[in-house]
């Protein structure tokens, strides 16, 4: 069950209308690393969590979170347009340089939204659902949410010195600060996870079972112009799991077949000379 508070999590109040600062925020809102992610990737991972209680009620604690954080993102949005008009898009144009940069006020948000927030990113593409992961494997979830929650600071880092209002820089300072959380938050199941399991996803795919293909877990192909990339810590060493260690190969070779695939039935027009492909 949810139930919805008319208080936001944080003040939001903006010190003037910036309809391109709306325009840029809707990439942290209905964009791929945005609220609107992450907020159904932590939910359809804790409604689909089978196993320990424990990480179900953190993921729908966090995503229920994330529920406030789209609606903090929407009110700043509004907020940000209110009082803008089609003058105001003519009035942007005005300057070339910035004009052209970002094309003026978003167009949707005075035809389509009236004003307000939509679910899409900073240039009008629909929020996808695609953008989630929700694997059934926690280990391998709570590293896709890591790496959401990296991006999406990332983003909000950004979009802090795209502007000079101390009202949105407040609640981005806000958001700022609970996704350092949330990056927190999922290290640290990530080390629970890793230390019960291993660090290998799927940890029901032991290594042994890979028999034959044992040495391929251990390898690193160079395969680009130069030798740096044996410097790093994944070319020499010992496995992260210490299960082996790892070889740089300088030159690899190929260690498969060159395909050499039937002609297909002629029925099917692909006009190719029988003859010769079979040389």
């Not at 209002?165 to 407040?170: F, I, N, P, S, T």
Request: net charge negative; aromatic share 8%.
């Amino acid at each position: 069950m949810f139930r919805h508070q008319k208080e936001l999590q944080f003040e939001v109040k903006v010190e003037g209308p910036d309809p391109m600062l709306a325009r840029q925020i809707q990439e942290v809102l209905g964009g791929q690393f945005g609220e609107m992610t992450v907020m159904m990737q932590y939910l359809f991972q804790g409604f689909n969590c089978r196993g320990e209680e424990k990480y179900k009620d953190m993921l729908m604690d966090i995503g229920t979170e994330e529920i406030g954080h789209v609606e903090m993102l929407c009110s700043l949005i509004s907020q940000l347009l209110d009082g803008a008009s089609p003058e105001d898009q003519a009035e942007v144009a005005k300057d070339p340089a910035t004009a052209a940069i970002m094309g003026g006020i978003n167009p949707q948000h005075l035809l389509v939204s009236g004003l307000g927030a939509m679910p899409t990113n900073s240039n009008g593409v629909p929020w996808n659902g695609a953008y989630i992961v929700a694997s059934g494997n926690l280990l391998a979830d709570m590293r896709s949410n890591l790496h959401a929650e990296s991006q999406g600071r990332l983003q909000v880092a950004r979009l802090y010195h795209m502007t000079k209002d101390e009202g949105v820089r407040k609640t981005f300072r806000k958001m700022l600060a609970r996704d350092r959380y949330h990056q927190y938050q999922w290290l640290a199941a990530i080390e629970e996870l890793e230390e019960k399991k291993g660090i290998v996803v799927p940890a029901s795919f032991p290594p042994e079972a890979e028999q034959e293909a044992q040495q391929e877990a251990y390898e690193f192909w160079s395969l680009s112009e130069g030798d740096a990339s044996s410097e790093g810590r994944w070319a020499t060493g010992s496995a992260p799991d210490g299960s082996g260690e790892f070889v740089y190969i300088a030159e690899p070779v190929p260690k498969g077949q060159a395909p050499n695939p039937p002609v297909p039935a002629t029925e099917l027009h692909h006009d190719l000379d029988e003859k010769k492909v079979q040389k």
